[in-house]
């Protein structure tokens, strides 16, 4: 049987592409690949006796995997735990399966964003190996990188029922630039988040995202959701950490009556919140914030400037002195650059940067927090101010039908693809000859 064509602007699923690095074995890897580091991160924390940041990554990771296999099971055919059936059939239908699906919206709701919180944090209070600095700055990107997926995909589905690949295939451009977007977002948030809770506390932060949810659910009262069930929006976004983050309603290409009010609501918070922060970090609180356990610690801009500051300036200095020990030449006529150190043995005067009590390798993961945090946050509150004036979908959640149906029609389009292939791949499977 002749292969079946796509629908336009989509493409279907295959085992692998080298370029751009694709394809379901990969991104399986990938998924695969997130959970050893979580495990490399818990094992830092036991290392180092942090028994409750491990206890609680732990928690989530178990959860999520539970929650998978029991997701797993229900969505099969055969109610069977069979992953590599469904790798096999997503790729007879060119499109992932249910279950296969199911994988990865755990993966964004449950176990990206806990572990992105929980590890950075953990990982900027203790000694760390160059390991397990990459270690911890790689599960904050990855976090970052999957909790923008799961936007994308929070908004596709609420608004048109649909997967993001019918998005992607219909706005393909726009949906890079979301999840652009997002990624910088969420990893901007969780480097404040660690910054942040290292500076004054986790209540701090953490008193943050409640008030977001918060903020959620007024925005639903404000559209005419009755009382209880707006006090079930900020519920829902209490667990689902992501929502508290950026927004319930705060859409940029749907408007959704599930729940309903408006985006502007959430998103003010938002801009409200990192000025709140920002500002008790420059405080000085030798006292902390209140007289009750760990509340009164010493807080504030002093604690920024030895955790973080510092950390900045040595990786400064050192940066500025390897530049200013190294050369670069150019022979024009063999067509070649070198880059050379002035000095014959080593890097001479210059050294890896360190600061106070801390080792070269939190040095600069500690550095990076605050790179991110500094650089990203602004932008992101940027892009917001931006869609408050210029959108009025992520203001008030004003719909676009043209694209909604525009969005469920290709939806329909890839099902009817899949459907056919999977038709097709039985079909030939039946007139297959049995082995002997």
């Known amino acids: 049987m002749a292969a079946l064509a796509p629908p336009t602007g989509y493409t279907p699923i295959v085992a692998f592409t080298l370029c751009p690095p694709g394809g379901i074995f990969f991104q399986v890897s990938m998924y695969m690949l997130d959970v050893v580091n979580d495990v490399v991160q818990i094992g830092t924390f036991i290392v180092n006796k942090h028994w409750w940041f491990a206890g609680f990554m732990v928690l989530f990771i ?55 919180l929980i590890g950075p944090y953990g990982a ?68 404040a988040f660690a910054v942040v809770s290292a500076t004054l ?37 209490m667990v689902a950490v992501p929502c508290a983050m950026a927004g319930t309603q705060t859409k940029s290409f749907f408007g959704s009556k599930d729940p309903p009010g408006p985006g502007a609501i959430p998103a003010t918070f938002i801009l409200v919140r990192f000025f709140t922060w920002a500002a008790l970090c420059c405080l000085d609180l030798p006292q902390g914030l209140l007289p009750v356990g760990s509340l009164g610690r010493p807080m504030g801009r002093k604690v920024l400037r030895q955790n973080f500051l510092e950390p900045v300036a040595a990786c400064q200095e050192a940066l500025a002195c390897l530049s200013s020990h190294t050369g670069v030449s150019f022979n024009a006529e063999a ?16 050294r890896w940067p360190a600061a106070g009590e801390l080792n070269t390798a939190s040095t600069i993961f500690n550095s990076c927090l605050l790179f991110l945090a500094v650089v990203l946050v602004p ?30 029609k290709k939806s329909r389009e890839i099902s009817k693809f899949a459907a056919q292939n999977e038709q097709a791949a039985g079909e030939h499977t039946e007139l297959s000859p049995l082995p002997t």
């Open 62 to 116: 178990v959860l999520s995997l539970g929650v998978t296999f029991i997701s797993i099971v229900e969505g099969s055919k055969f109610n069977t735990f069979a992953p590599l059936h469904e790798i096999r059939l997503s790729l007879k239908r060119g499109v992932a399966t249910e279950s296969f699906n199911i994988v990865f919206h755990i993966e964004r709701l449950i176990e990206a964003p806990s572990t992105g």
């Open 335 to 350: 067509n070649t650059t070198s880059i050379f150190i002035r000095e014959e043995v080593g890097f001479g005067p210059c």
């Open 201 to 237: 506390h986790p209540c701090a932060t953490l008193l943050g995202y409640i008030l977001g949810a918060a903020a959620d659910g007024v925005a639903a009262l404000w559209g005419g959701l009755p009382a209880v069930k707006a006090l079930g929006t900020t519920a829902l976004s």
């Open 379 to 408: 932008v992101h509150m940027c892009l917001i101010t931006a869609m408050l004036f210029l959108n009025p979908t992520y203001a008030f959640q004003v719909d676009n039908v043209e694209l909604r149906e525009e969005v469920k």
């Open 124 to 191: 900027s209070l203790l000694p760390l190996s160059p390991l397990q600095a990459c270690s911890a700055l790689y599960g904050l990107l990855s976090s970052a990188k999957v909790m923008a997926e799961g936007r994308l995909a929070m908004e596709v589905l609420n608004g048109t029922n649909a997967e993001p690949y019918a998005f992607k295939a219909v706005r393909p451009v726009k949906a890079a630039l979301f999840t652009a977007w997002y990624f910088c977002a969420f990893a901007g948030e969780l480097a």
